[in-house]
């Protein structure tokens, strides 16, 4: 894994969770003249799970893209590990960007590479080794994320919606990040799968230390490793806490999402 940062392991971080891994303040993104995120603030702790939930269209992935820099921002600063990504030097933000892993929604690998060259991308963009030393670091992904050693030479039009997921986390994971981006991981997964995704992620996080960012709609997902939870609504973050903090917010949306129908069907 990189070296941590010295600012890293300085006082200032959350009592409970530790220091401030991802800081967002006052984030406003718009689109023409709607506003989609306004004034947001959120803070992500080294070593958490943290669920990030909303309705759908609030902006979920605005935000995330936002972060990532791939959207632009109309105010507001972004730090990621202690850097602050506007006043960042080419070569920090580059440095921020191998430590940080990426899981977009529908898995985006590239459809014209087999999946052992899309895990194989990221480490020949950002660091300089050879195609063998690419190739063994490419199995050892795979094998993290519980896929089989014959998974490294099929196209991913021959993979499974599950599979699919985990080949993109094997690529997520291809520069040893230490914060994942993970867009709805579970989505398009059978109950079991997306429970074993779940298990995969805790354990990720368990051995390698990662911080997790993961927005989804998954109850079962909240409920069984999340840390955290932050609640999108009216451009910011309503809310954010435990599940129980949160379950005792006194709004509509996060009373009919955390105990509405599907909710209360929930079997634990
Ligand atoms: N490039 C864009 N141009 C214009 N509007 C956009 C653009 N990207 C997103 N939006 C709008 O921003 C709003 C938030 O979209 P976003 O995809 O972030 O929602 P979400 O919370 O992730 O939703 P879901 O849970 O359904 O995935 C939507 O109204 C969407 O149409």
């Given at each position: 894994m990189a070296e941590t940062a010295a600012w890293e392991h300085e006082p200032g971080g959350h009592p409970e969770f530790g220091d401030v891994i991802l800081g967002v303040k006052g984030v406003t993104v718009g689109f023409g003249d709607k506003l989609v995120l306004e004034n947001l603030d959120l803070e992500v702790y080294r070593r958490e799970i943290l669920g990030f939930v909303g309705g759908s269209g609030t902006g979920k992935s605005v935000l995330m893209r936002a972060i990532l820099g791939l959207t632009p921002r109309r105010a507001g600063t972004v730090e990621v590990f202690g850097c602050n990504l506007d006043t960042a030097s080419g070569e920090e933000r580059l440095e921020v960007e191998r430590r940080w892993g990426v899981l977009f929604q529908q898995g985006a690998l590239f459809s014209s590479l087999n999946v052992k060259q899309n895990i194989k991308m990221p480490m020949r963009e950002h660091m300089r080794m050879s195609e063998q030393l690419m190739d063994e670091l490419a199995l050892l992904k795979l094998e993290m994320v519980g896929l089989p050693r014959d998974a490294a030479d099929k196209m991913p039009s021959e993979l499974s919606g599950g599979m699919i997921k985990r080949a993109s986390l094997a690529r997520a994971l291809a520069l040893d990040p230490d914060l994942v981006f993970l867009d709805?991981?579970?989505?398009?997964?059978?109950p079991i799968g997306a429970a074993a995704f779940d298990r995969l992620i805790e354990s990720l996080r368990d051995t390698l230390g990662l911080t997790v960012y993961m927005v989804t709609h998954d109850l079962d997902s909240l409920h069984s490793i999340c840390d955290r939870i932050a609640v999108l609504g009216e451009r910011r973050v309503l809310i954010n806490g435990s599940l129980d903090e949160i379950m005792q917010f006194d709004h509509p949306w996060v009373q009919s999402y955390f105990k509405g129908e599907r909710a209360l069907r929930r079997v634990d």
């Open positions: 709805e991981p579970t989505s398009g997964l059978d």
